[in-house]
């Protein structure tokens, strides 16, 4: 069964700390993996897509790596702002499919 | 770019009305467009996906004589929650493709049946 696993599911930091979240999948074949910030009612917006062939991207303060043998993605923000508080979540597409795979997410808490 | 409008962000009614939500993708044709539900602190769940000009192909477990799916145009899709009910009340989000690794998302409606 295609599955997404998001850890931790909540985490408190203090501003200006880092942080890194982890994300494993058992999505087969796969396609690209995707991580997104979704604001408390708002829609999901994109920071970054990866494919089978890359192993890291970073979007500004966010970086995340891609292992694909493992089946492991994390999500690492650099000197966190309280803005960076939302839910992330990580997002598995199958190849050959337009499907997306969804997380259940890790509510992120930046405070002061 | 690749912006998608959602409306309303908001909406409040009565148990056994019908509710319909707009989809429309801004600066972009959308060749497919989906229709997702999100209750508190879970997932976003697919409901259903449609392409322009063809009926909507549902998820397992979703009515679609419940939820009704347009995708008139490149640019515009509806999804109408027919004799809404309490249990109908959720975060219903779409998103809009204009290519297999570009899925773009609305900021979602909160429906809320009394």
């Known amino acids: 069964k295609n599955q997404v696993e998001q850890s931790p599911q909540s985490l408190i930091i203090l501003e200006g700390k880092n942080c890194t979240l982890q994300?494993?999948?058992?999505?087969?074949?796969?396609?690209?993996l995707r991580w997104y910030k979704q604001d408390t009612g708002r829609g999901p917006v994109s920071l970054t897509i990866?494919?089978?062939?890359?192993n890291t991207k970073s979007n500004g303060r966010y970086t995340a790596t891609l292992d694909a043998d493992t089946k492991q993605s994390s999500l690492h923000i650099t000197a966190s702002q309280l803005s960076d508080s939302a839910s992330y979540i990580c997002?598995?597409?199958?190849?050959?499919?337009?499907?997306?795979?969804f997380g259940k997410g890790t509510t992120l808490s930046v405070s002061s | 770019g690749a912006v998608v409008s959602q409306h309303p962000s908001r909406v409040i009614c009565k148990s056994g009305t019908s509710v319909k939500i707009e989809c429309r993708s801004l600066?972009?044709?959308?060749?497919?467009m989906f229709w997702y539900r999100q209750f508190p602190k879970q997932s976003l769940m697919l409901m259903a996906t449609?392409?322009?000009?063809?009926?909507?192909?549902?998820e397992q477990g979703v009515e679609k004589d419940k939820f009704l799916i347009n995708h008139a145009s490149l640019t515009l899709s509806t999804l109408t929650v027919t004799s809404a009910h309490p249990e109908d009340s959720s975060f219903y989000i779409c998103?809009?493709?204009?290519?297999?690794?570009?899925?773009?998302f609305g900021d979602g409606t909160r429906l809320s049946i009394l």
């Open positions: 998103s809009a493709s204009d290519g297999p690794l570009a899925q773009h």
């Open positions: 994300c494993n999948y058992t999505v087969s074949p796969f396609s690209n």
């Open positions: 990866m494919t089978f062939s890359e």
């Open positions: 997002v598995v597409s199958a190849r050959g499919g337009t499907a997306l795979i």
């Open positions: 600066d972009f044709q959308a060749t497919t």
């Open positions: 449609s392409n322009e000009g063809s009926k909507a192909t549902y």
